[in-house]
C-alpha cells in the first residue's frame, strides 16, 4: 500500500510560508520582523496559486520564501533583538518599582549594539554589485539631509547624512565623474560614471520642507540606516582607490558658517594608486601620465616605460622613414602617411540605412569634459541655487567660484566688483537703466507742479563680465560644450531645457527644431507620397487605355467576355473552319506580341506587376481565391492559438 502523503508537505505549501508563520517561527515583533528583512534584501513573493499556497481556508496576502526564513533563523541581528526585548523588561520592571535611576543605567550602559557591517558584505561580494545598488541610497540619503529636525527624524542622523552625502561629492569633484544633470520639478537628477557604472539619483531642491503624519519614518528610518552604512563602506573604498584618506577632516565651525562642501578637508594617504584604479574612478584607463598627475608626480617606473615606448616610436618612423627614400615616385606611400596620420577629430558612427543600429556617438574624454568649466571664474549671485551650481562647477573643473558673503563661507571672494570673475550667474529680471525721480512741489495759490528729472541708474554691470542665467552651466554640461551665452542672457527667453536621457524620435515632436520646419519638414513628406501616386496613376491609366485599345480593335483576348454584335461572331468565324489562317490572322498575331510587349515595359516602368490581363471572370475568381487563403489563414491562427491556451489550462479543464 502506498504512503499516503499529508496535505501541506509538499508543492507550494512547502516551498511559501505567510507572514504571521514567519513571525511565530522566528518569535519576534511584527516591527522587528520588517526591519530585519529590510537589512537582509527579503522581501515578499507572490505565488501562483495563493489557495494551495495557504494551509488555511482564508487565502493569505503576504508570502516569503521558506528557505528564507530558515536562513533567518541564524542571523546574529536576530540575537540581538532578543536582547533588546529582554532590556525593554528590565526597564520596564525597574521603573514599576520606582527605581528611574537603575532604569536610566540600564538603558545607557546595556543597549545592544546593531552592526550592519557583515550584512553589507554578505549582500555585495564586490564593489561593482554596490555600485549597482547605489542609486536609490543616494536619492533616499539626499532627501533626509534636507529634511528638517523632527521626533520622527533625529538631528544626529539628518547630521550624518549631509557629511555622506558632502564626501561623495567630493569624490565625483576630485575624480571628475559627474557625466549629466537635469532640473525637473521633482529636483535636480545626476547622472555620474564610477568603474563603468552610470549612477543616477535625484536631490530634492532646497526648499522648506514640510513633514506630513502620512509617512511610516519608522519604516523610512530602517532604509536610512542600512544605507548610511552602506555608503560608508562606498566610501571608504572609492577614497583609499584614488590615495585619499578617509574618513576626511571635518570643521565644524565652517559648516555653522554655511561652508558645506568647504568644511571637508582632504588629505593624501601617502600611497600612490596604480594607473588602473585612477582610470576605473573615471569609468576608462588613463595613462600612467595622466594618474600620476593626480598625486603631483610620476613614479621612476613609469618614467622608464615611457623612454622605451618613445624608442620605439622614433624606431618606427626611421623604418617609415627609409621607405618613403627608397621609392620617391611612388605615391602611395604618401598617401597610407596621410590615411594613418594622427589626428584629434572624434570619429562618428554614420548610420547607413533606415533600418540599421544607431550607435552611440563617443563623447570627449573625461579629462576634456572634467575641464569645461577651468579657464573661468564664476560669481554666483544672491538669488541662485549656490549647492547645486558651486558643485557642477567644481566637478567641471572651476576652481575659482565666488558668491555672495550672505550665502555662507568657502567662497573664493565675496567681492563681486572683483575683476577676475569672468561669468556671473544671475536669475532676475534686467536692471533698469535709468529711474525718474519725481519732486512736487506746492505753490502758494495751491496748486500742484512736479518736475520729472530723468537721471542714469547704477546698472551693477562690470564690462568685460558675461552675464548669464543658471540653465546655461546645465546645458553646457549636457552637451559637452560651451554654448551662446547670449541666448541666455538675463531677461531672454531661455531654450528649452530638455532631459539628456530622452532621445528625440523620427515623426515626433522636438523642442530643439523651429515649429516652422517639422511643419515643412512634414509637408515635404505628404507631397513626396502624393508624387508618387502621381506617377503610378499615369502608367495605370496607360494600361487601361492599351486594354481599351485591343479590344476595339476586335481582338479577342484569352477569356474575354463574349459580345452582343454579331460582326465580332462572323469575323472569328473563319478561325473555326478547316481552313488555314491567312496573312490578317498572322499580323493580329504579331499585334498582339507587341501589344503585350508594350504593356509589360509600362507595367516596369510603373514599378507593378505584370500580368496577362484576363477577363472579368478571371479576375473575380482570383479575387475570390485571395479572400478564400485569407479566411483559411485567418481559421488556421484561431486554432493555433485555442490549442496554445488549451497547453497552459490544467489537465482538468482542457476537455
Same mark, same amino acid.
Given at each position: 500500500m502506498a504512503k499516503i502523503k499529508k496535505k501541506g508537505t509538499t508543492g507550494q505549501a512547502k516551498n511559501f510560508i505567510t507572514r504571521t508563520q514567519a513571525v511565530r517561527k522566528l518569535q519576534i515583533s511584527l516591527p522587528d520582523f520588517r526591519r530585519l528583512c529590510i537589512y537582509k534584501g527579503i522581501y515578499p513573493r507572490e505565488p501562483r496559486n495563493k489557495k494551495k499556497a495557504s494551509k488555511t481556508s482564508t487565502p493569505s496576502t503576504t508570502f516569503y520564501y521558506t528557505k528564507d526564513i530558515q536562513y533567518l533563523l541564524h542571523e546574529p541581528i536576530l540575537h540581538k533583538f532578543r536582547d533588546h526585548k529582554a532590556l525593554a523588561k528590565k526597564i520596564a520592571r525597574s521603573l514599576g518599582r520606582g527605581e528611574v535611576g537603575d532604569a536610566a543605567r540600564l538603558e545607557k550602559t546595556s543597549r545592544p549594539r546593531i552592526s550592519l557591517d557583515h550584512v553589507i558584505k554578505e549582500r555585495y561580494p564586490t564593489f561593482v554589485d554596490a555600485l549597482r545598488d547605489l542609486d536609490d541610497a543616494l536619492s533616499l540619503l539626499f532627501l533626509f539631509a534636507n529634511l528638517p529636525s523632527t521626533q520622527t527624524v533625529p538631528p544626529k542622523t539628518i547630521a550624518l547624512c549631509q557629511r555622506l552625502c558632502s564626501e561623495f561629492q567630493h569624490y565625483l569633484i576630485i575624480t571628475h565623474s559627474l557625466r549629466k544633470s537635469f532640473i525637473s520639478i521633482k529636483g535636480i537628477y545626476y547622472q555620474a560614471t564610477i568603474q563603468g557604472q552610470d549612477i543616477l539619483w535625484l536631490v530634492p531642491h532646497k526648499f522648506v520642507q514640510k513633514v506630513t503624519g502620512d509617512v511610516d519614518f519608522r519604516i523610512m528610518g530602517t532604509f536610512v540606516d542600512f544605507y548610511t552604512t552602506f555608503l560608508g563602506f562606498v566610501n571608504y573604498r572609492l577614497y583609499t582607490s584614488i590615495g585619499l584618506v578617509y574618513p576626511p577632516k571635518f570643521n565644524v565651525n565652517s559648516d555653522e558658517q554655511g561652508g558645506e562642501l568647504d568644511a571637508f578637508t582632504l588629505e593624501s594617504s601617502g600611497i600612490e594608486p596604480t594607473a588602473s584604479i585612477v582610470g576605473q574612478a573615471n569609468g576608462h584607463v588613463e595613462s600612467e601620465q595622466e594618474a600620476g598627475q593626480i598625486n603631483g608626480h610620476v613614479g621612476s617606473e613609469q618614467e622608464k616605460s615611457q623612454e622605451l615606448e618613445q624608442s620605439d616610436a622614433q624606431r618606427h618612423a626611421d623604418e617609415i622613414g627609409r621607405l618613403i627614400a627608397s621609392d620617391p615616385n611612388d605615391d602611395r606611400d604618401d598617401q597610407i602617411m596621410q590615411d594613418e596620420a594622427p589626428t584629434d577629430a572624434i570619429d562618428e558612427f554614420v548610420v547607413q540605412g533606415e533600418g540599421a543600429d544607431v550607435l552611440d556617438q563617443p563623447r570627449q574624454s573625461d579629462s576634456e569634459a572634467g575641464t569645461l568649466f577651468a579657464p573661468y571664474s564664476f560669481f554666483l549671485s544672491r538669488e541662485t541655487p549656490r549647492? !547645486?551650481?558651486?558643485?557642477?562647477?567644481?566637478?567641471?573643473?572651476?576652481? =575659482?567660484?565666488?558668491?555672495?558673503?550672505?550665502?555662507? *563661507?568657502?567662497?573664493? &571672494?565675496?567681492?563681486?566688483?572683483?575683476?577676475?570673475?569672468?561669468?556671473?550667474?544671475? %536669475?532676475?529680471? +534686467?536692471?533698469?537703466? #535709468?529711474?525718474?525721480?519725481? *519732486?512736487? &512741489?506746492?505753490?502758494?495759490?495751491?496748486?500742484?507742479? @512736479?518736475?520729472?528729472?530723468?537721471?542714469?541708474?547704477?546698472? /551693477?554691470?562690470? !564690462?568685460?563680465?558675461?552675464?548669464?542665467?543658471?540653465?546655461?552651466?546645465? *546645458?553646457?554640461?549636457?552637451?559637452?560644450?560651451?554654448? =551662446?551665452?547670449?541666448?541666455?542672457?538675463? /531677461?531672454?527667453?531661455?531654450?528649452?531645457?530638455?532631459?539628456?536621457?530622452?532621445? !528625440? &524620435?523620427?515623426?515626433?515632436?522636438? +523642442?530643439?527644431?523651429?515649429?516652422?520646419?517639422?511643419?515643412?519638414?512634414? $509637408?515635404?513628406?505628404?507631397?513626396? $507620397?502624393?508624387?508618387?501616386?502621381?506617377?503610378?496613376? +499615369?502608367?495605370?491609366?496607360?494600361? %487601361?487605355?492599351?486594354? %481599351?485599345?485591343?479590344? @476595339?480593335? /476586335?481582338?479577342?483576348?484569352?477569356?474575354? #467576355?463574349?459580345?452582343?454584335? +454579331?460582326?465580332?461572331?462572323?469575323?472569328?468565324?473563319?478561325? #473555326?473552319?478547316?481552313?488555314?489562317?491567312?496573312?490578317?490572322?498572322?499580323?493580329?498575331?504579331?499585334?498582339?506580341?507587341?501589344?503585350?510587349?508594350?504593356?509589360?515595359? $509600362?507595367?516596369?516602368? #510603373?514599378?507593378? !506587376?505584370? &500580368?496577362?490581363?484576363? @477577363?472579368?471572370?478571371?479576375? @473575380?475568381?482570383?479575387?475570390?481565391?485571395?479572400?478564400?487563403?485569407?479566411?483559411?489563414?485567418?481559421?488556421?491562427?484561431?486554432?493555433?492559438?485555442?490549442?496554445? =491556451?488549451?497547453?497552459?489550462?490544467?489537465?482538468?479543464?482542457?476537455?
Open positions: 549647492q !547645486p551650481l558651486e558643485f557642477l562647477l567644481r566637478a567641471f573643473g572651476c576652481k =575659482r567660484v565666488s558668491w555672495d558673503e550672505v550665502l555662507g *563661507d568657502g567662497a573664493f &571672494t565675496h567681492d563681486g566688483f572683483d575683476p577676475s570673475i569672468t561669468h556671473q550667474v544671475v %536669475d532676475r529680471p +534686467p536692471v533698469i537703466q #535709468a529711474e525718474i525721480i519725481q *519732486d512736487e &512741489t506746492a505753490t502758494e495759490g495751491g496748486h500742484g507742479k @512736479s518736475d520729472a528729472v530723468s537721471k542714469p541708474a547704477r546698472s /551693477g554691470r562690470m !564690462p568685460g563680465r558675461t552675464y548669464i542665467q543658471p540653465q546655461w552651466i546645465w *546645458d553646457c554640461i549636457n552637451q559637452g560644450k560651451l554654448l =551662446r551665452s547670449d541666448l541666455y542672457a538675463p /531677461g531672454a527667453t531661455l531654450p528649452p531645457h530638455l532631459s539628456p536621457w530622452v532621445k !528625440p &524620435t523620427k515623426n515626433t515632436y522636438d +523642442p530643439t527644431v523651429p515649429l516652422a520646419d517639422q511643419e515643412n519638414s512634414e $509637408e515635404e513628406e505628404v507631397e513626396a $507620397e502624393g508624387f508618387m501616386d502621381d506617377n503610378d496613376a +499615369p502608367a495605370q491609366a496607360g494600361l %487601361d487605355e492599351d486594354i %481599351d485599345s485591343i479590344n @476595339s480593335h /476586335g481582338m479577342d483576348v484569352a477569356g474575354a #467576355a463574349d459580345s452582343d454584335d +454579331p460582326s465580332v461572331d462572323e469575323e472569328f468565324g473563319g478561325f #473555326a473552319s478547316d481552313e488555314a489562317p491567312g496573312n490578317g490572322a498572322a499580323v493580329e498575331e504579331e499585334d498582339d506580341d507587341r501589344t503585350d510587349y508594350q504593356r509589360e515595359l $509600362e507595367a516596369e516602368a #510603373a514599378g507593378l !506587376p505584370y &500580368t496577362i490581363v484576363g @477577363s472579368a471572370a478571371a479576375a @473575380s475568381s482570383s479575387t475570390n481565391g485571395g479572400l478564400a487563403k485569407k479566411a483559411a489563414r485567418k481559421r488556421q491562427e484561431e486554432e493555433e492559438e485555442l490549442e496554445r =491556451r488549451k497547453m497552459m489550462m490544467p489537465k482538468k479543464k482542457r476537455k
